[in-house]
């Protein structure tokens, strides 16, 4: 009798370990988080931020869960080209990736300070 060369596959090889976001919110405020990473990986790029927003290093964590926030980050990352073409890089990501995540988390939002540059 031929022992059979077909193993069983376990459960965590055929369930993906991290599920894909599809949801275009969770997205833009992954895109968020990544940025406010990126502001604070350098200490005066921080203080800048931290200053203009009024929050305060102790607080920086908590303030990270709160949508509008994370709008303030964004606006702040795509102020300035040499800091979203910087975070762009960083992030693997295209700058105007970073602007859709600010358009899309606007909108979620409501917020109509952001409008579209339309050719």
């Known amino acids: 009798m031929m022992q059979s060369r077909h193993r069983k596959l376990t459960e965590r090889q055929i369930v993906p370990l991290k599920k894909p976001v599809h949801n275009p919110r969770e997205v833009a405020e992954i895109v968020a988080i990544q940025a406010l990473s990126f502001v604070a990986s350098e200490p005066e790029r921080l203080g800048l931020?931290?200053?203009?927003?009024?929050?305060?290093?102790?607080?920086?964590?908590?303030?990270?869960?709160?949508?509008?926030?994370?709008?303030?980050?964004?606006?702040f990352v795509l102020r300035d080209d040499a800091t979203v073409k910087a975070f762009a890089s960083a992030s693997e990501l295209h700058p105007t990736n970073v602007a859709a995540a600010r358009q899309v988390l606007g909108d979620a939002l409501g917020d109509p300070s952001w409008e579209r540059d339309v050719p």
Do not use: I, M, Y
């Open 49 to 75: 931020f931290l200053a203009e927003t009024g929050v305060g290093p102790e607080t920086l964590r908590n303030a990270a869960s709160d949508p509008n926030f994370l709008l303030n980050v964004l606006d």
